[in-house]
């Protein structure tokens, strides 16, 4: 009886010390502050998405023509360049510096 009672306390204690265990995060991206929508994301989306016949004005919505249209949509953008739902642009996934420059600059507050 004594060692069935030590086995079931020690079975809890290991039991509750892994319930107890954090799992480790990874580290927020490290984004430098400059970046900025006319310092650069703008060129990203002009050669990757606002191309005839794709984002622009009378093709595929949404328009991403200038700051304005490119910030109401940049949950969908992120979400899209990172391979949830269609990837894009349809010409295949952007390298990861180019997609974690987008990602920097909304995470930084989607500067002009």
């Known amino acids: 009886m004594k060692y069935s009672l030590i086995f079931i306390f020690s079975t809890a204690l290991i039991f509750a010390a892994c319930l107890s265990e954090k799992e480790e995060t990874l580290p927020e991206k490290d984004c430098p502050e ?3 929508f006319s310092g650069g994301v703008d060129q990203i989306i002009n050669t990757n998405c606002a191309v005839p016949g794709c984002h622009v004005p009378g093709a595929v919505p949404p328009s991403l023509k200038g700051y304005d249209e490119v910030n109401s949509h940049t949950s969908n953008i992120e979400k899209r360049i990172n391979g949830e739902g ?20 909304i995470q930084n507050g989607k500067l002009r």
Do not use: E, R, V, Y
């Not at 269609?86 to 990602?103: C, E, N, R, V, W």
């Open 86 to 105: 269609a990837i894009m642009p349809p010409s295949g996934k952007l390298p990861q510096a180019t997609i974690d420059s987008i990602s920097c600059w």
């Open 34 to 36: 400059a970046i900025t």
